[in-house]
Every structure is written in structure tokens, then in C-alpha cells.
């Protein structure tokens, strides 16, 4: 007798035996589904008659001993291998179970098995090829088995079954199988893994079974995804490879959350493969940064945006590639983007930015920097969409005009920190109008670097039309002068801090004429390499105190000398913060006066680089402020033993002590050791040649407190010296 079985039919064993593992009927009065598989097995072997019973048994046999299916239940791996059993006959070429009897005539002819040919009655279209080889063949009289191997079928099959699997561990082994597996499970979706609940409840029947015979079993809680892993790759680690096992090892580990990507390997770099499977196994990603990619291009981002839709932070820094196309997708698939940077990319233009202002309305931190092809319109249309959102603005080496500012100036009512930089485009005009457009209400931190257009004029009404200024720094404008500093700091009534930086037309009246009319609020200022500081030659009149200045910053002004350095003194006696670095025109003759006018008492003081400062500062500043002081660096002048003696004996406070290039002995170290005051937890010593082994005793008594300690280029001490430091100051951390 002989039956016929098409298509359709054999479907309906295959979907049996698929969904007979994941699902479990409500009512008990409906014959369990696994049942049915069970009855699709025995339906299936008797449609293949006796081959088809061995090819079945024997598939369950090698299922059984594959590693990534240990903990499986007896009846989950008998439906695994009935699945593989049909698939075999279905990718081999097998269209129908076609009448005919039995499919071979001699089972035990080797060359016949799952070969096309007139003997049999399976009928092999011509349009179809033969897609994998038999893992079995019959020699003589014995059956024998070649190497177990799941690898025979295509990947349309493995990708059904992973996506079938109970949980994330088991998907995750299995991708650690091969880079092929890996590759199969990346591109599984979170939408696309079948739900595993009654799958669990069938193994919960299963182990409820196996507890009656004392074996006890764990079924794994279902995938978490919340994003709050963070993976890093750089250089050489960098691959498509190392994203497909982030995407697979992170789905059942709380989810990945931030993702940074720093270069790309040479060879095999990250490419659109890489991002698809971040994209489709990382659905919770917030963060993403890529720095230096030149293998992504538009369609990586594109997968980005399909599939992360909870995308908040994008940097992206030198990736050529990247057009507009990519900034369209995230807009329309990442609508809660609140932080977008992007350097260097040539290709973004207006477009982009446009469609971000669009479709972001929670848009809260802008930075773009040397990108091209952007100018007013992408800019204006940026500031206006969200006007009531950004808060945080950075616009550097960027071709737009007085416009922007303009725009900025008008529509920035919720920016707060604005910082503009290399804008060769922007006028004096543009400044005056953005300080003059009264929109900056909120602003309170504000930086200019190299911008030509910083004037006078229009400092002077940025110090108007920002109120609640509190921040200004001002770097490489040489076009400020005096009489512009003067007027913005009037203008300012809330500032804090003032930085200056290369602004060359400024001297010491403009930089006296701010400190005295800044606003009470006023509480740090910093001169840094201004060339226009010289020392005044003739005294300056009685000037009303800054009362509200705490922190001194002048480095690298060469003609700032002991006038200026007293006229301070007596100008700020409420400082606490004293850094003079890179001075060589002050001396102990200028700083006399700073110390003995400073009412409140220093507690940092860094005075490195000052080589004409020797041991009598150090003694009066130990005196007049070591109840005080806290931190002293006084790397490159010219300090003995005598001054840390004094330091030894009054710095009772003092935790961080820097005397670098000085002219100490090991008679130094010794003192310092010898205090019962002092409690310091950074020492540096570096490039002091008169400290020896000698030392080794204080320093070991000393590291009982000490955190760090620097002796590079100490050349009277031995490596072996340093050595038994190492052992002995295990928690302190020795530079050598």
C-alpha cells in the first residue's frame, strides 16, 4: 500500500512538531499539543517507512549530544530532532511525499540515500538545486553515522529555531558556537523571539516530574532590557564581529545602554553589518558615539534608527561618510534626541540639521564643529524649533555669518551655556546685535575663542543683554582693549569668573579698572599669557577694595612684576586661591605684601615656574598662613631645607605638597618625617638630585598617610631603594 502526502500536509507535521514545544493548551480537556507532536513523529516515520524511523531516531541521537542544548527536556529535544528531520527533507530538494511505496527500494544502498534518481519516487524540480548533504550513509550491512554537525542546514532554518529558543542564556551560547551562529543571532529582533512563556511552563511540567524523582532544575527569567550596560571598542577591537557578540551578550544582561565606538580596525573595521546587529539586539540604547570611522556611512545610521528608537546621545566625530540621508532617518526614528554632536563630518549640511530641529523638540545640547557645508539656515532653523528647549550651544570653525547671532541672540530663551569659536564670518555687527536682542535672559557661561569680531562695542552689549552672566571667557580676541573690559564689567553685575587669554590689547589698567568695577558676585579672574601686562612704573591712586575675589590666576604674563603683585595685594585681601605660574619678574619682595594683606588666609597656592621666590616666602607663608593652608606647589623655585622646615612646623593642614626642582636633601625629608603636624598625602620630589637612599627611612614613615608620591629623575636614588618602597607603600601609588 501506498499513501500520498503533499505539501501542504507535511507542513502542517512541521508547524506540529515547531509550536509543540512552545505551546501548552488552557483546557485540559483538549489533547495536549505534545500529543501531537508525538503522533506527528510516529505519522512521519510511517510515511518514510523504515528509513525515515531510523533517520528520525538517529537525528535525535545527534541533537542530544550537541553541547548548546544540555538542560533540554527529553521531549523538547525529540521535537528539535523531528524539526531537523523534516527540514532535511525539505532543503534537500524534496518539493512532495509522492506515492510510490517505499522511498528506497534498497535501504541499505549507500548511493541512493537522499539522491535524486529514478529509484526513488520524490520528485526533484529542475529548478531547484540540492542544498546540503545527508549527515548519514549505509555501508554493507551497518549503519554509520558521519559527524554529529547542525551546520548542514541553511541559515533560514537556524535563524526559526534561535528565535524559538527559551531565553536569552540559551541564545547566547549558542552564538558563541560559531561566527556564523553569531551572525544568525544578531539579526534576530526583540519583536521577532517567540514568547517563551508557555515554552517555560512545558519545562516547569517537565521538572515538576523530575523533582518527584529528586532532581531539581532552574528555568531562566525572561530578558531584561533596560540599558544599563555601557560597552567601549577602540582601535583594533573595533569590528563588526565584536558588535555582533555586544548585541547578543548584552540582550539578556540588563540590556546595553551606551555604546562608544573609537577607530575601526584596518582590515575589518565596522561596517553597516556591525550597527544592524546593534540595532536589532540592542533596542535600549541611549547613547552612541563614534569617533573616526571611516567605513560607516548612511545606511549604518539608517539600521540605528529603525531599531533604537530610545536613542538620546549622538556623537559623531571625523566619519566622512555621513550625509544628510543619515541625519532624515534619526530624526524620524529617534524623536527623544537630546544631545547631538557632531565634528568634522563634511558631508552634513543644512538638510540634516533642519529635520533634527523639526522632529527633536526635546533637543537640549548642540555641539558642530568644522562641518562645511552648514551655515545660517541650518543654524537659524535649529535655534527657532527649539527655542524653548536647547540650553547648551557650541558652534566652532563653522561658515555662518551675523545671522546666526542674530538668531542666537533673539531666540535663545533657554540657552545657558554658549560657547563660539574660529567664526572668521562674524562682524562686530553680529555681536552688538545678539547682546541687543534681549533673548539671552538665561545665559550663564559664555566663551569667545578666536573670533575677530569681539569689539568694544559689542562686549559691551553682550554684558547688557545678558543679566545673569555669571561665566566669561574670553580667548584670542585682539581686538579687545581696555576701555571694552571695562565697560562689559560694569555692564555685568552678576558675573563670577572672568578669563582672559591672548587678548594682547589689554593692560593693567583694563585689567585693575575691572576687579574694581565688577559687581559683588565677582570671584575669580585668570590672566593668562597676555602680552599687553607690563608693570606699571608709576603707583596707582587709592583704589576702593574687591572684597568679593577669592581666586588669583596669572600665568605666563612676562612683564608682570612685583608692582602689579602688590598692588593686588592690597586691592583683593580676601584671597584664597593664589596661582602665579611662569612668573619671572615677581620676587620675595612682591609677594610680601599679597601675604601680609590676605585677611582670610590662602589655602591653595601654586607658584611653580616663579624661580626668584625662595626660602623667606615660604617662612612668612608657613607663618602668617599655615593655619590654612592646604595645598602648596612650589616646583622650580628656590627652596632648601629651611623651607620645609618651616612648612614641617606650621602646616598643620597641609595635605598636598609639590617641591619639585628644588634645591632639597635628604635633611629636608627628614624634617618632614620628624612633624607630628603634618599629614600630607601628596608628596613630589621630582628632579630633586640631592635626595638619596637616605631618605628611604623617612619616606617609608612618611607613606603611612601618603597616596602619592612622584620621585622621577631623582638620580642619587636606586632602583632598589625604589623598589622596596613599592613593597613597603603598597597603598600609595610611587611614580619612578
Known amino acids: 500500500m501506498s499513501y500520498t502526502f503533499k505539501a501542504p500536509y507535511s507542513s502542517w507535521i512541521l508547524w506540529i512538531c515547531i509550536y509543540g514545544a512552545s505551546y501548552e493548551p488552557l483546557e485540559s480537556k483538549v489533547w495536549p499539543l505534545r500529543k501531537y507532536s508525538w503522533v506527528s513523529f510516529h505519522f512521519l516515520c510511517f510515511v518514510r517507512n523504515d528509513i525515515g524511523r531510523d533517520v528520525v531516531f538517529e537525528s535525535f541521537y545527534m541533537v542530544k549530544q550537541l553541547d548548546f542544548l544540555a538542560g533540554f527536556s527529553y521531549y523538547r529535544l525529540l521535537y528539535f ?195 544592524r546587529a546593534i540595532s536589532r539586539g540592542c533596542p535600549s540604547l541611549r547613547v552612541l558615539s563614534l569617533w573616526n570611522l571611516a567605513t560607516v556611512g548612511d545606511d549604518g545610521l539608517c539600521e540605528i534608527a529603525e531599531g533604537c528608537h530610545q536613542l538620546q546621545k549622538l556623537d559623531l566625530c571625523h566619519c566622512p561618510a555621513i550625509t544628510n540621508e543619515s541625519l532624515l532617518a534619526l530624526a524620524k526614528g529617534c524623536p527623544d534626541l537630546t544631545d547631538l554632536t557632531i565634528e568634522g563630518c563634511a558631508n552634513i549640511g543644512n538638510e540634516g540639521i533642519q529635520a533634527i530641529a523639526r522632529c527633536c523638540p526635546n533637543l537640549k545640547s548642540v555641539s558642530i564643529k568644522d562641518c562645511p557645508l552648514l551655515g545660517d539656515q541650518g543654524i537659524a532653523s535649529l535655534l527657532t524649533s527649539t527655542s524653548y528647549s536647547l540650553s547648551k550651544v557650541k558652534l566652532q570653525a563653522l561658515n555662518i555669518t551675523d545671522v546666526s547671532l542674530a538668531v542666537i541672540g533673539h531666540y535663545g530663551k533657554a540657552v545657558t551655556d554658549l560657547s563660539l ?54 580667548r584670542k580676541c585682539a581686538f579687545l582693549s581696555d576701555n571694552g573690559l571695562v565697560s562689559f564689567a560694569k555692564a555685568a553685575g552678576s558675573l563670577e569668573s572672568l578669563e582672559l587669554e591672548e587678548c594682547h590689547r589689554v593692560t593693567q589698567f583694563g585689567f585693575f579698572g575691572s576687579l574694581i568695577n565688577c559687581g559683588a558676585k565677582f570671584k575669580a579672574v585668570s590672566l593668562v599669557n597676555c602680552l599687553g601686562i607690563k608693570d606699571l612704573n608709576v603707583g596707582l591712586p587709592p583704589l576702593p577694595p574687591c572684597e568679593s575675589l577669592r581666586l588669583l590666576s596669572i600665568r605666563n604674563c612676562p612683564g608682570f612684576g612685583d608692582a602689579s603683585l602688590a598692588a593686588l595685594g592690597k586691592l583683593c585681601p580676601q584671597l584664597q586661591n593664589v596661582e602665579l605660574s611662569g612668573l619671572h619678574g615677581i620676587t620675595d619682595v612682591g609677594f610680601f605684601p599679597l601675604l601680609e594683606s590676605c585677611e582670610a588666609g590662602l589655602v591653595k597656592v601654586n607658584l611653580s615656574g616663579c624661580p626668584n621666590l625662595g626660602d623667606k616666602v615660604v617662612c612668612k607663608m608657613a607663618d602668617l598662613h599655615g593655619w590654612t593652608l592646604e595645598m602648596l606647589n612650589l616646583d622650580g623655585c628656590k627652596i632648601s631645607d629651611a623651607g620645609l622646615a618651616a612648612i614641617a612646623e606650621n602646616c598643620q593642614l597641609l595635605s598636598d605638597l609639590d617641591v619639585s626642582k628644588c634645591t632639597i636633601t635628604d635633611s629636608g625629608i627628614a624634617a618632614l618625617a620628624r612633624s607630628n603636624l603634618i599629614n600630607l598625602q601628596i608628596l613630589s620630589v621630582s628632579g630633586c638630585n640631592l635626595v638619596s637612599d637616605k631618605s628611604l627611612p623617612s619616606l617609608g614613615k612618611l607613606g603611612q598617610t601618603l597616596l602619592g608620591l612622584n620621585v622621577q629623575q631623582c638620580k642619587a636614588i636606586s632602583s632598589g631603594a625604589v623598589d622596596l618602597l613599592v613593597e613597603q607603600l603598597w597603598r600609595c601609588d610611587i611614580l619612578f
Not at 519583536?191 to 512545558?202: F, G, M, P, R, V
Not at 564581529?241 to 540582550?251: K, Q, S, Y
Not at 569667545?448 to 552672566?469: F, H, S, W
Request: charged share 25%; proline share 4%.
Open 81 to 275: 530532532s523531528v524539526l531537523i528531520d523534516v527540514f532535511l527533507s525539505w532543503f534537500s530538494g524534496t518539493d512532495d511525499f509522492c506515492p510510490g511505496g517505499s522511498i528506497y527500494p534498497n535501504p541499505k544502498e549507500s548511493s541512493l540515500f537522499l539522491s535524486p534518481g529514478r529509484h526513488v519516487d520524490v520528485y526533484f524540480p529542475s529548478r531547484k538545486r540540492s542544498r546540503i548533504s545527508a549527515p548519514f550513509v549505509f555501508s554493507g550491512e551497518r549503519f554509520e553515522q558521519k559527524k554529529p554537525s547542525i551546520e548542514v542546514l541553511p541559515d533560514e532554518c537556524l535563524f526559526e529555531i534561535f528565535r524559538r529558543l527559551p531565553g536569552g542564556q540559551e541564545r547566547s551560547s549558542c552564538a558563541c558556537v560559531s561566527k556564523r551562529w553569531l551572525k544568525i543571532v544578531s539579526n534576530i529582533r526583540s519583536d521577532e523571539i517567540s514568547d517563551n512563556k508557555t515554552t517555560q511552563a512545558l519545562d516547569l511540567n517537565y521538572e515538576s516530574t523530575d523533582k518527584k524523582g529528586g532532581d531539581v532544575s532552574e528555568v531562566e527569567d525572561e530578558d531584561v532590557a533596560g540599558g544599563y550596560l555601557s560597552r567601549s571598542l577602540e582601535g583594533k577591537k573595533a569590528t563588526d564581529v565584536r558588535l555582533a557578540a555586544i548585541a547578543v551578550g548584552t540582550a539578556g544582561r540588563g540590556g546595553l545602554g551606551k555604546l562608544f565606538i573609537r577607530g575601526s580596525n584596518s582590515s575589518r573595521g565596522v561596517t553597516t553589518v556591525g550597527l
Open 421 to 474: 569659536t574660529s567664526l572668521p564670518n562674524v562682524t562686530e555687527k553680529g555681536f552688538w546685535v545678539m547682546g541687543n536682542g534681549h533673548g539671552l535672559q538665561k545665559l550663564k557661561s559664555f566663551t569667545v575663542k578666536a573670533c575677530c569680531g569681539v569689539t568694544d562695542l559689542g562686549l559691551e552689549a553682550i554684558g547688557k543683554g545678558c543679566p545673569n552672566l555669571k561665566q566669561f571667557c574670553l
